[in-house]
């Protein structure tokens, strides 16, 4: 049976409680542009210079109009086609050209609203969104482009229906496409970065150290064999370029870093030079805290810190993409005034940790020493590393799972391995302990983790573990009563 609407002068019960619909909106008009000029750019970068030698100037000149004019038409289709509405608590996206796309993002799941201004958006003052949401492993529909004030209100709204907007975060009457980039009266500034310290924390790094004996090494080459072709010199160029462009991309990304919060307690985060970031950090969203103290960087007592944050994909060893820097550089003073405000109580210079048996050196036989377990009153901390160290906090109230794995050289040894998993992605890690003591630690932990999702109440008697390193294994004292069932799965024996 259909129905059809008829006008009437007083609403309805059932219009009354429709949800809020906005009209459908375009991208600003400017977005195909800055479309086609990325996509120019990446695949005249993809072009190499044996291209240009065979066509010729004139010729490869053609061929990138070619290219430019086919980006921009393709672009300029695909902005035709795409649109974004809030409907109710929903952000709806249609796009695609040849496969249309339509999505509904629930604003339940969204975890956070990043706001970036690639060097092209900054020169026309525009500025795109980047939505993270649960369980996503990369941005969700990335609305490129808007202008700043339009993507700063958008953010406000979208995190305000979200529910992770406290009330009174956001000042009233303050300018969003000025807040987007500077520290407000109304946001405490927590740290600033010098960019003098970013530089030379770079230029202690291998690939800047080892850069001179690698021209050397070039020069070397080039006189010997007598010839300077342009293909030779243009190649090796690029070489060179490609060994600094991890240095030089951190610099970029780096750059002016500042660290505020905002009168609701949320992580305000703004850096970059040729890509400007703004990012929302609400402190229950961070899974996990990660110190790293380069080698290079030892001689300064420098060291970078790192969050996990949840919606983001856990970053990649050796990528330098995400969103997840909490300080690039600075020594221990800043980093435990930044570890105590993420991590309320926790103190950097009272982590103390445990080592793993002696008989297992020589599976370790030069970092041995600078490995450890430790549990404190509020995270579990683990640290490896030999060249770059690195300590790694993971709050028990984050906790997702615990596992111990056991490996054939481990089961020689009578050592097993735990996994504490946070919802980030990364783990805290307590390798080659011994077998007893993995499990009373997996026991622990999964505890600890039920105990710290429970509103507040008095410590129950008789703790496994004390607040501190781990104990060595057979000083465990068996659980209090009263505990869960599945408590006794950790407390299997040794198997034979």
């Not at 090796?236 to 060994?243: C, H, K, P």
């Not at 160290?389 to 794995?405: C, G, H, I, N």
């Amino acid at each position: 049976m259909s129905t059809t609407e008829t006008p009437s002068a007083s609403p309805s019960p059932e219009r009354a409680d429709a949800p809020e619909r906005a009209d459908r909106q375009r991208l600003h008009p400017l977005s195909p542009l800055l479309h086609g000029a990325k996509s120019l750019f990446v695949i005249v970068a993809a072009l190499s210079w044996q291209t240009l030698r065979q066509l010729g100037p004139t010729h490869f000149a053609m061929v990138v109009l070619a290219l430019a004019v086919g980006a921009l038409i393709f672009s300029a289709v695909g902005w035709w086609n795409t649109g974004y509405q809030v409907v109710g608590r929903e952000l709806r996206i249609s796009d695609g050209l040849l496969w249309r796309r339509n999505r509904a993002i629930p604003l339940d799941r969204l975890q956070s609203v990043e706001l970036r201004r690639p060097l092209l958006a900054q020169l026309t003052g525009l500025a795109e969104l980047r939505l993270e949401v649960v369980g996503g492993s990369k941005a969700e529909a990335p609305l490129a482009y808007l202008t700043v004030r339009e993507a700063s209100a958008l953010r406000e709204r979208l995190l305000e229906l979200s529910g992770r907007t406290p009330q009174g975060s956001t000042a009233s009457g303050a300018d969003p496409a000025a807040a987007a980039h500077t520290v407000t009266p109304q946001e405490h500034l927590l740290l600033s970065v010098s960019n003098r310290d970013l530089l030379i924390s770079q230029l202690l790094t291998p690939q800047a150290f080892l850069l001179p004996v690698g021209v050397a090494w070039v020069i070397t080459q080039f006189v010997m064999e007598g010839s300077w072709t342009f293909i030779g010199i243009a190649s090796t160029v690029t070489a060179m370029a490609g060994v600094l462009l991890q240095p030089i991309r951190r610099v970029l990304r780096d750059w002016d870093f500042r660290l505020a919060r905002d009168p609701g307690g949320r992580l305000l985060l703004r850096y970059g030079l040729t890509e400007t970031r703004s990012q929302v950090v609400p402190l229950h969203r961070v899974q996990a805290v990660r110190i790293t103290w380069p080698l290079l960087w030892r001689l300064t007592d420098w060291l970078y810190l790192q969050l996990d944050v949840a919606g983001y994909g856990a970053p990649e060893r050796g990528n330098d993409t995400g969103s997840d820097r909490l300080l690039p550089v600075g020594d221990r003073d800043a980093a435990r005034f930044l570890i105590g405000t993420v991590l309320p109580g926790v103190d950097l210079a009272a982590l103390a940790t445990t080592p793993p048996p002696s008989r297992v050196g020589w599976l370790h036989p030069f970092g041995l020493r600078f490995m450890g377990v430790g549990l404190h009153p509020d995270v579990l901390v683990t640290r490896e590393g030999r060249l770059a160290r690195e300590m790694t906090l993971v709050p028990y109230a984050r906790l997702q799972s615990v596992r111990v794995v056991q490996g054939p050289l481990q089961r020689m040894l009578g050592v097993a391995t735990v996994y504490a998993d946070a919802a980030g992605g990364r783990s805290g890690v307590a390798r080659d302990r011994d077998l007893a003591e993995a499990w009373a630690l997996a026991d622990e932990l999964a505890r600890r983790a039920r105990q710290a999702r429970q509103p507040v109440s008095p410590a129950p008697a008789g703790l496994a573990f004390p607040a501190g390193p781990v104990p060595p294994a057979g000083s465990v004292p068996p659980p209090a009563g009263g505990e869960a069932a599945d408590d006794s799965y950790w407390q299997r024996p040794p198997q034979a």
